[in-house]
């Protein structure tokens, strides 16, 4: 199984920064991309972003400029840098990993708890 732990949520100010961090453990192949979704109240999960092992990005066309997806292959971590909050970022966000848990077995959809982010003056 792969466990992700997220952290690094919390409150801020509107036009405030967070960074978000995820760390995958337990029996891992490989793990070919690692992203951030998140759902807000009354509202559908959606992507932020998501980056695969070779450093391809993809972002939400709403949040590109603001938030940025970084990945540490090594430690297993991806982190989300969300700059210029706006209260309409408030949501739970999501770490998800595409991961290979066995030597043979297919790759899996892998979820984090969610981390709470709340964007309030």
């Known amino acids: 199984q792969v466990q992700l732990v997220e952290s690094g949520g919390g409150l801020v100010q509107p036009g405030g920064s967070l960074r978000l961090s995820c760390a995958a453990s337990?029996?891992?192949?490989?793990?070919?991309?690692m992203g951030w979704y998140r759902q807000a109240p009354g509202k559908q999960r959606e992507l932020v972003a998501t980056?695969?092992?070779?450093?391809?990005?993809n972002y939400a066309d709403s949040l590109k400029g603001r938030f940025t997806i970084s990945r540490d292959n090594v430690k297993n971590t991806v982190y989300l840098q969300a700059n210029s909050l706006e209260p309409e970022d408030t949501a739970v966000y999501y770490c998800?990993?595409?991961?290979?848990?066995?030597?043979?077995?297919?790759?899996?959809?892998?979820w984090g708890q969610g981390t709470q982010v709340t964007v309030s003056s």
């Open positions: 998800n990993a595409v991961a290979q848990p066995r030597s043979g077995s297919p790759m899996y959809n892998y």
């Open positions: 980056v695969t092992t070779g450093g391809r990005t």
């Open positions: 337990g029996s891992i192949v490989t793990i070919a991309a």
